[in-house]
């Protein structure tokens, strides 16, 4: 029961730590990790495990451990935020692979990248026939960035000369049943207000909506809560 208990311990003494250090590291460790920093967390993760699940191992040793990846990262955040060098070097730079129109094979093969994987990236942005690329570059994210060329480009309503408004961010005032007071101050309305507009449409409760949004112009959209599909093809 102790041995049970202080893995239990452990483990949500670790959590807290790797949360810590996750949130110093910045939002890019999460959303956009280069090489380096997939290294590192994997080996902070591998470390996290390991002093978990082994009550012997030493767990200050182990803290330290993951302290010293972490500030490691952080550091090298800063070199590359700070230094040109230093972030081509850990990061990468960007590889054409369609240039002009050509498909530059040794750029595919240094990359690793066979033609059958270009064709699917192509076909997840739209383009079903490479002829129709004219730029095709390799990101240091691993994506690839896709320029048609000018025949096939996609017409925008700037293009067409339509004036159109600038659309606004919306505000989530209501989230799976529950209002979000702050949101709905931040849009310069008040619950006596919602409480209207919600009878006037029909509703008795926020229970029964899943997502309320407002922009700033007072647009409003109201996502209910579906508890089944009407079609039965997926069942």
Request: glycine share 6%; aromatic share 8%; charged share 25%.
């Amino acid at each position: 029961m102790e041995s049970i208990l202080g893995t239990v311990l452990r483990t949500v003494f670790v959590l807290i730590i790797l949360f810590v250090i996750t949130r110093l590291m910045g939002k890019k460790q999460v959303s956009q990790m280069n090489i380096y920093d997939y290294i590192i967390g994997i080996t902070m993760g591998s470390i996290a495990a390991d002093i978990s699940l082994d009550i012997e191992k030493d767990l200050v040793a182990g803290i330290l451990c993951l302290v010293v990846y972490g500030g490691s990262a952080i550091l090298v955040t800063i070199l590359t935020l700070k230094s040109i060098t230093m972030r081509k070097f850990i990061n990468g730079v960007p590889t054409i692979l369609i240039d002009n129109g050509k498909i530059i094979y040794n750029n595919l093969k240094k990359e690793g990248i066979d033609i059958n994987d270009l064709e699917e990236e192509a076909r997840q942005n739209g383009y079903f026939d490479l002829s129709k690329i004219n730029y095709a570059v390799l990101e240091i994210s691993g994506k690839i960035s896709f320029l048609a060329k000018a025949p096939y480009e996609v017409v925008t309503r700037n293009d067409m000369k339509i004036k159109v408004k600038d659309e606004e961010i919306k505000a989530n005032v209501i989230i799976d049943g529950t209002l979000i007071e702050s949101n709905l101050k931040a849009v310069n309305r008040d619950s006596k207000w919602l409480s209207n507009y919600l009878k006037k449409h029909g509703y008795k409760d926020y229970q029964d909506i899943l997502l309320m949004t407002i922009d700033k112009s007072g647009k409003v959209n109201i996502f209910p809560k579906c508890l089944s599909s009407v079609s039965e093809i997926f069942e």
